[in-house]
């Protein structure tokens, strides 16, 4: 049995979980950054964490 897929939609909804996936890391992130101390924090993949953001902001911005 074969189901119509619409593709477009499929990439919209997917494109939506991860936008919505990606504030509640933002949000969690913000939280942690309050939490832990400045020696904490170095240990933390900051490197990508900022590449991933700005990666976003880029895309928020199109």
């Known amino acids: 049995?074969?189901?119509n897929?619409?593709?477009a939609?499929?990439?919209a909804t997917q494109n939506e979980?991860?936008?919505?996936q990606s504030d509640v890391i933002d949000t969690l992130f913000q939280q942690l950054c309050?939490?832990?101390?400045?020696?904490e924090l170095e240990a933390l993949p900051l490197y990508a964490i900022k590449h991933?953001?700005?990666l976003?902001?880029?895309v928020?911005?199109?």
């Open 1 to 3: 049995m074969r189901h």
């Open 5 to 7: 897929v619409d593709l």
């Open 9 to 11: 939609q499929i990439v």
């Open 17 to 20: 979980i991860i936008k919505e």
């Open 34 to 39: 309050q939490l832990l101390p400045a020696e």
């Open 52 to 54: 991933a953001a700005n």
């Open 56 to 58: 976003k902001k880029e």
């Open 60 to 62: 928020e911005d199109e």
